[in-house]
């Protein structure tokens, strides 16, 4: 069974980078062929996908975001990231990890996420 886990601080202040952490178990981020990607929901909002990486590392991004995100791995801990930067109160959501196959996610007009991490829940304010 795979498990997403977010970590990382609940409260970040505008202007400032925002980063989390998304721990995976019982499967390596390196398998062919998925994509473990970053979700979000702001507070009265839809889900609104982020950015994805790959098995290979590859990395792609939401347009809406694409100037501001940026998404890592460490495949050591079985590990991605996400780094938001230049927060607003906008930001303000909570944060998801989540996997689904690779070329759903950059190609297809409806990927399926079948595991999810709880999320984590980010406010941006001073």
């Known amino acids: 069974q795979v498990q997403l886990q977010e970590s990382g601080p609940g409260l970040v202040k505008p202007s400032q980078t925002l980063s989390l952490t998304c721990t995976v178990s019982g499967g390596s981020i390196t398998t062919s062929y998925y994509g473990w990607s970053w979700i979000r929901r702001p507070p009265g909002k839809g889900l609104e996908w982020m950015g994805v990486i790959a098995y290979d590392g590859s990395t792609y991004y939401s347009p809406y975001l694409k100037n501001r995100t940026s998404i890592s791995r460490d495949t050591s801990k079985n590990q991605f990231s996400l780094q938001l930067s230049s927060v607003t109160p906008d930001d303000t959501a909570v944060y998801y990890c989540?996997?689904?196959?690779?070329?759903?996610?950059?190609?297809?007009?409806?990927?399926?996420?079948?595991?999810w991490g709880q999320g984590t829940e980010v406010t941006v304010s001073s």
């Open positions: 989540a996997r689904a196959a690779f070329t759903t996610v950059v190609d297809g007009s409806t990927p399926e996420f079948d595991y």
